[in-house]
């Protein structure tokens, strides 16, 4: 299936690249290669900033497409998926989750175009501090994660498993911005998000790395669906996120390379 949907990724690179071979001084045309149209991608919350700006990139780029982004959970987003909602790509948090799309037979196949990892965000104006992992399993320290079934929650999970850290969560939130948000209003004294999250957030939050030897990593696969209205849009968008200007715009937002 991956290479199926490889084969299918280098096609519309080819597409795409093909837009930009134009006389000088004309305007170049997505259309001329079958590139145009909209297309909605469903995506985690957490590539929100990211792929907004690579959205007005690819736009740019091909004249006559349009975007529409749909983000949230990747488990919330593959369950509307599987209840036939009309994304043409799908770009998860989560190899499992994605797994499940493809499986079904909803989409042929996907590929990883980054990576990402956990870190622990603070109120900027913390009323308990914390500095590290360990402290987050003090049970007077208020902790939020992601739900039990979304890919940030089973991360935090994972990385108090293997830290062998007994954590009693406050709450647990549909997605990773939701847990971002609780920390920001000062509502807790700590959250897992991901690093990408708390560079986005930049002053709202204190950022308490997570040494590698205990930090968790996470994958983010995307795939253009089986059932997509605009097929070759679709494959072009999922191809020029293992492009240089997308994969610049993920490593800016902290993300790491596939």
């Known amino acids: 299936m991956r290479t199926r949907l490889l084969v299918a990724l280098a096609a519309a690179t080819l597409a795409v690249a093909g837009c930009g071979s134009t006389a000088a001084g004309e305007a170049p045309s997505g259309s001329a290669t079958g590139v145009t149209g909209p297309i909605t991608v469903f995506a985690a919350a957490s590539l929100k900033e990211a792929f907004v700006t690579i959205g007005e990139q690819f736009e740019a780029a091909n004249p006559g497409t349009t975007i529409t982004f749909s983000f949230g959970p990747s488990s919330g987003l593959a369950t509307q998926i599987a209840e036939k909602a009309p994304a043409d790509v799908f770009a998860s948090a989560s190899q499992k989750t994605m797994d499940t799309v493809v499986d079904a037979g909803l989409a042929p196949g996907s590929t990883v175009f980054a990576v990402n990892t956990m870190a622990i965000a ?81 002053s709202a939050v204190v950022g308490i790395d997570i040494p590698v030897d205990q930090n968790v990593t996470t994958s983010y696969p995307i795939a253009a669906m089986s059932g997509s209205a605009n097929p070759v849009t679709a494959q072009a968008f999922a191809a020029y996120l293992l492009g240089p200007e997308a994969q610049k715009v993920l490593a800016d937002a902290g993300f790491g390379a596939p």
Do not use: H, M, W
């Not at 902790?143 to 969560?169: H, S």
């Not at 990773?176 to 209003?185: E, G, I, M, N, Y």
């Open 122 to 202: 603070a109120p900027a104006d913390p009323i308990t501090t914390v500095t590290s992992l360990a402290d987050l399993a003090d049970p007077a320290v208020k902790v939020a994660v992601c739900a039990a079934d979304v890919p940030c929650g089973i991360a935090a999970d994972k990385l108090f498993e293997q830290n062998n850290l007994t954590v009693t969560p406050v709450t647990r939130e549909v997605d990773v911005k939701s847990v971002l948000s609780k920390v920001q209003l000062g509502e807790v004294d700590a959250g897992i998000v991901y690093v990408t999250d708390v560079k986005a957030a930049g």
